[in-house]
Protein backbone atom coordinates (compact mmCIF):
# COMPACT_ATOMS: atom_id res chain seq x y z
CA UNK A 1 0.00 0.00 0.00
CA UNK A 2 1.30 3.52 -0.80
CA UNK A 3 0.85 6.86 -1.71
CA UNK A 4 0.74 6.68 -5.65
CA UNK A 5 -0.01 8.94 -8.92
CA UNK A 6 -0.47 6.25 -11.40
CA UNK A 7 -3.72 5.01 -12.16
CA UNK A 8 -4.25 1.53 -12.09
CA UNK A 9 -4.09 -0.53 -15.42
CA UNK A 10 -5.86 -3.31 -14.07
CA UNK A 11 -9.61 -3.79 -15.70
CA UNK A 12 -12.13 -5.72 -13.46
CA UNK A 13 -13.82 -7.60 -16.25
CA UNK A 14 -16.04 -9.88 -14.51
CA UNK A 15 -18.39 -7.20 -12.08
CA UNK A 16 -21.71 -6.00 -11.33
CA UNK A 17 -21.94 -2.35 -10.30
CA UNK A 18 -24.90 -1.59 -8.51
CA UNK A 19 -24.20 2.76 -8.56
CA UNK A 20 -26.07 4.29 -4.80
CA UNK A 21 -29.07 5.69 -6.19
CA UNK A 22 -30.65 1.93 -7.44
CA UNK A 23 -30.85 1.11 -4.51
CA UNK A 24 -34.32 0.10 -3.15
CA UNK A 25 -35.75 2.66 -0.75
CA UNK A 26 -37.62 3.10 2.62
CA UNK A 27 -38.90 5.33 4.98
CA UNK A 28 -41.04 4.53 7.52
CA UNK A 29 -40.71 8.02 9.70
CA UNK A 30 -38.11 6.32 12.70
CA UNK A 31 -36.57 4.16 10.03
CA UNK A 32 -34.89 5.18 6.60
CA UNK A 33 -33.31 1.92 4.19
CA UNK A 34 -31.65 1.87 1.51
CA UNK A 35 -31.54 -1.71 0.01
CA UNK A 36 -28.96 -2.94 -2.20
CA UNK A 37 -30.71 -6.23 -2.79
CA UNK A 38 -34.38 -7.43 -2.69
CA UNK A 39 -35.37 -7.05 0.77
CA UNK A 40 -39.01 -6.56 2.38
CA UNK A 41 -41.16 -4.21 -0.22
CA UNK A 42 -38.38 -3.76 -2.60
CA UNK A 43 -38.26 -6.68 -4.72
CA UNK A 44 -35.86 -7.14 -7.67
CA UNK A 45 -35.12 -10.58 -9.14
CA UNK A 46 -31.77 -9.44 -10.49
CA UNK A 47 -30.70 -7.85 -7.09
CA UNK A 48 -31.20 -11.49 -4.83
CA UNK A 49 -27.76 -11.56 -3.67
CA UNK A 50 -24.28 -11.70 -4.99
CA UNK A 51 -22.54 -15.33 -3.92
CA UNK A 52 -23.36 -15.89 -0.43
CA UNK A 53 -23.64 -11.90 0.34
CA UNK A 54 -28.15 -11.50 1.02
CA UNK A 55 -28.71 -8.50 2.49
CA UNK A 56 -26.87 -5.25 2.64
CA UNK A 57 -28.86 -2.30 4.11
CA UNK A 58 -28.10 1.09 4.92
CA UNK A 59 -30.20 2.20 7.82
CA UNK A 60 -30.66 5.21 9.77
CA UNK A 61 -32.84 5.00 12.96
CA UNK A 62 -34.28 7.98 14.53
CA UNK A 63 -33.64 9.15 18.61
CA UNK A 64 -34.76 6.40 20.46
CA UNK A 65 -36.46 4.26 18.13
CA UNK A 66 -35.42 0.81 16.56
CA UNK A 67 -36.62 -2.57 15.48
CA UNK A 68 -39.00 -4.69 17.97
CA UNK A 69 -38.20 -8.24 18.77
CA UNK A 70 -37.77 -10.63 15.88
CA UNK A 71 -36.54 -13.79 14.61
CA UNK A 72 -33.77 -15.46 12.51
CA UNK A 73 -32.69 -18.41 11.39
CA UNK A 74 -30.06 -20.19 9.53
CA UNK A 75 -28.62 -16.65 8.42
CA UNK A 76 -24.64 -15.05 9.76
CA UNK A 77 -26.03 -11.30 10.55
CA UNK A 78 -23.37 -8.47 10.53
CA UNK A 79 -23.87 -5.46 12.13
CA UNK A 80 -21.47 -1.95 11.44
CA UNK A 81 -22.21 1.08 13.05
CA UNK A 82 -21.45 3.72 11.27
CA UNK A 83 -22.48 6.84 13.63
CA UNK A 84 -24.15 6.79 16.98
CA UNK A 85 -25.22 3.95 19.81
CA UNK A 86 -27.21 0.75 18.62
CA UNK A 87 -28.88 -0.97 21.49
CA UNK A 88 -29.09 -4.54 21.27
CA UNK A 89 -31.13 -7.32 23.11
CA UNK A 90 -31.21 -11.06 22.14
CA UNK A 91 -33.26 -14.12 23.14
CA UNK A 92 -29.86 -15.78 24.28
CA UNK A 93 -29.35 -13.17 27.33
CA UNK A 94 -27.33 -10.40 25.83
CA UNK A 95 -27.69 -6.86 26.47
CA UNK A 96 -24.97 -4.54 24.66
CA UNK A 97 -23.88 -1.36 22.93
CA UNK A 98 -22.57 -0.97 19.93
CA UNK A 99 -20.86 1.97 18.00
CA UNK A 100 -18.34 2.98 15.44
CA UNK A 101 -15.48 1.00 15.80
CA UNK A 102 -17.47 -2.09 16.99
CA UNK A 103 -18.53 -5.06 15.04
CA UNK A 104 -20.97 -7.36 15.75
CA UNK A 105 -22.02 -10.71 14.45
CA UNK A 106 -24.74 -13.54 14.92
CA UNK A 107 -25.17 -16.77 13.81
CA UNK A 108 -28.86 -17.02 13.98
CA UNK A 109 -28.68 -21.02 13.50
CA UNK A 110 -31.61 -23.18 14.98
CA UNK A 111 -33.58 -19.84 15.67
CA UNK A 112 -33.38 -16.21 17.47
CA UNK A 113 -34.98 -13.50 18.41
CA UNK A 114 -33.36 -9.75 18.86
CA UNK A 115 -34.57 -6.31 18.78
CA UNK A 116 -31.96 -3.08 17.81
CA UNK A 117 -33.07 0.37 19.39
CA UNK A 118 -31.05 3.79 18.87
CA UNK A 119 -29.77 4.46 22.95
CA UNK A 120 -29.95 7.89 22.46
CA UNK A 121 -32.77 10.41 21.90
CA UNK A 122 -30.68 13.29 20.48
CA UNK A 123 -29.21 11.73 17.68
CA UNK A 124 -29.51 9.22 14.92
CA UNK A 125 -27.80 6.40 14.51
CA UNK A 126 -26.23 5.01 11.41
CA UNK A 127 -25.16 1.31 10.74
CA UNK A 128 -24.84 -1.43 7.97
CA UNK A 129 -27.04 -4.67 8.71
CA UNK A 130 -25.43 -7.76 6.10
CA UNK A 131 -26.81 -11.27 6.14
CA UNK A 132 -24.50 -13.71 5.03
CA UNK A 133 -25.97 -17.55 3.77
CA UNK A 134 -24.04 -19.75 6.34
CA UNK A 135 -21.70 -22.82 5.34
CA UNK A 136 -23.45 -24.93 7.99
CA UNK A 137 -27.00 -24.94 8.98
CA UNK A 138 -28.68 -25.29 12.36
CA UNK A 139 -25.70 -24.70 14.27
CA UNK A 140 -26.25 -23.18 18.14
CA UNK A 141 -26.80 -19.26 17.97
CA UNK A 142 -24.22 -17.95 19.17
CA UNK A 143 -23.18 -14.21 19.95
CA UNK A 144 -19.79 -12.09 18.72
CA UNK A 145 -18.97 -8.17 19.27
CA UNK A 146 -15.92 -6.64 19.20
CA UNK A 147 -14.40 -3.09 19.43
CA UNK A 148 -11.22 -2.36 16.70
CA UNK A 149 -8.76 0.41 16.86
CA UNK A 150 -9.77 2.71 14.44
CA UNK A 151 -6.53 4.18 13.99
CA UNK A 152 -5.54 0.79 12.42
CA UNK A 153 -7.57 1.51 9.49
CA UNK A 154 -6.18 4.00 8.36
CA UNK A 155 -4.25 3.61 4.76
CA UNK A 156 -4.68 0.19 5.14
CA UNK A 157 -7.11 -2.62 5.28
CA UNK A 158 -8.14 -3.63 8.74
CA UNK A 159 -9.80 -7.18 8.66
CA UNK A 160 -13.08 -7.03 10.94
CA UNK A 161 -14.22 -10.75 9.95
CA UNK A 162 -13.23 -13.81 9.43
CA UNK A 163 -14.07 -17.47 9.72
CA UNK A 164 -11.40 -18.02 11.90
CA UNK A 165 -12.40 -17.14 16.31
CA UNK A 166 -8.18 -16.73 16.88
CA UNK A 167 -8.12 -13.71 14.15
CA UNK A 168 -8.84 -10.03 14.37
CA UNK A 169 -12.72 -9.23 14.13
CA UNK A 170 -15.62 -11.46 14.79
CA UNK A 171 -15.82 -14.58 13.01
CA UNK A 172 -18.80 -16.44 11.15
CA UNK A 173 -19.94 -19.62 9.92
CA UNK A 174 -18.74 -18.91 6.40
CA UNK A 175 -15.24 -18.32 4.72
CA UNK A 176 -15.20 -14.61 4.31
CA UNK A 177 -13.38 -11.89 5.18
CA UNK A 178 -14.26 -8.41 6.00
CA UNK A 179 -11.92 -5.66 5.60
CA UNK A 180 -12.59 -1.99 6.32
CA UNK A 181 -9.81 0.77 4.94
CA UNK A 182 -10.01 4.58 5.00
CA UNK A 183 -7.83 6.20 2.61
CA UNK A 184 -5.67 9.58 2.30
CA UNK A 185 -6.35 11.24 -1.22
CA UNK A 186 -4.43 8.90 -4.09
CA UNK A 187 -3.61 6.26 -2.00
CA UNK A 188 -2.83 2.97 -3.51
CA UNK A 189 -4.18 -0.43 -1.98
CA UNK A 190 -4.52 -3.87 -2.83
CA UNK A 191 -6.17 -7.21 -1.78
CA UNK A 192 -5.27 -10.42 -2.32
CA UNK A 193 -8.23 -12.74 -2.02
CA UNK A 194 -7.69 -15.58 0.33
CA UNK A 195 -9.67 -18.50 -1.12
CA UNK A 196 -9.89 -19.35 -4.92
CA UNK A 197 -13.09 -19.35 -6.24
CA UNK A 198 -14.04 -16.50 -4.33
CA UNK A 199 -15.12 -12.83 -4.95
CA UNK A 200 -15.39 -9.68 -3.53
CA UNK A 201 -18.13 -7.13 -2.91
CA UNK A 202 -16.70 -3.42 -2.52
CA UNK A 203 -19.02 -0.76 -0.51
CA UNK A 204 -17.31 2.45 -0.68
CA UNK A 205 -19.14 3.99 2.78
CA UNK A 206 -17.35 7.11 2.04
CA UNK A 207 -15.74 9.63 -0.60
CA UNK A 208 -14.66 8.28 -4.26
CA UNK A 209 -12.67 5.41 -5.21
CA UNK A 210 -11.11 3.52 -8.22
CA UNK A 211 -11.21 0.15 -8.42
CA UNK A 212 -9.00 -1.34 -11.17
CA UNK A 213 -11.18 0.60 -14.45
CA UNK A 214 -14.30 1.46 -12.38
CA UNK A 215 -14.85 4.66 -10.74
CA UNK A 216 -17.14 4.57 -7.69
CA UNK A 217 -19.01 6.94 -5.46
CA UNK A 218 -20.21 7.04 -2.02
CA UNK A 219 -22.79 4.06 -1.22
CA UNK A 220 -21.79 2.49 -4.69
CA UNK A 221 -21.04 -1.17 -4.48
CA UNK A 222 -18.86 -3.60 -7.06
CA UNK A 223 -19.09 -7.10 -7.11
CA UNK A 224 -15.84 -8.64 -8.66
CA UNK A 225 -15.42 -12.28 -9.03
CA UNK A 226 -12.74 -14.43 -11.33
CA UNK A 227 -9.75 -12.13 -9.73
CA UNK A 228 -7.14 -13.03 -7.32
CA UNK A 229 -6.26 -9.61 -6.83
CA UNK A 230 -7.93 -5.92 -6.88
CA UNK A 231 -6.47 -2.73 -6.97
CA UNK A 232 -7.58 0.35 -4.72
CA UNK A 233 -6.84 4.18 -5.45
CA UNK A 234 -8.44 6.46 -2.91
CA UNK A 235 -9.85 9.73 -5.21
CA UNK A 236 -10.58 11.62 -2.55
CA UNK A 237 -8.90 12.66 1.23
CA UNK A 238 -11.02 10.21 4.28
CA UNK A 239 -12.22 8.06 1.92
CA UNK A 240 -13.38 4.66 3.25
CA UNK A 241 -14.35 1.37 1.76
CA UNK A 242 -15.69 -2.11 3.11
CA UNK A 243 -14.83 -5.11 1.18
CA UNK A 244 -16.29 -8.35 1.77
CA UNK A 245 -14.27 -11.42 0.37
CA UNK A 246 -17.39 -14.01 0.09
CA UNK A 247 -17.80 -17.48 -1.42
CA UNK A 248 -19.32 -17.36 -5.14
CA UNK A 249 -21.74 -20.63 -4.64
CA UNK A 250 -24.65 -20.88 -1.89
Known sequence: MEKTDKISEETITHHVLHKANTRGHANHGWLESYHTFSFANYQNRERMNFGVLR???????????????????????????LEGDLEHQDSMGNTTIIKEGDIQAMSAGTGIFHSEYNKNKDQLVKFLQIWIYPNKKNVAPRYDQVTLDLKDRHNKLQQILSPNPEDEGVWIHQDAWFHIGKFDNDFFASYELKKPGNGVYAFVLKGDFTIGNIALNERD???????????????????EILLMEIPMSI
Open 55 to 81: VLNDDRVSQGMGFGKHPHDNMEIISIP
Open 221 to 239: GLGIWDANLIEIIANSADA
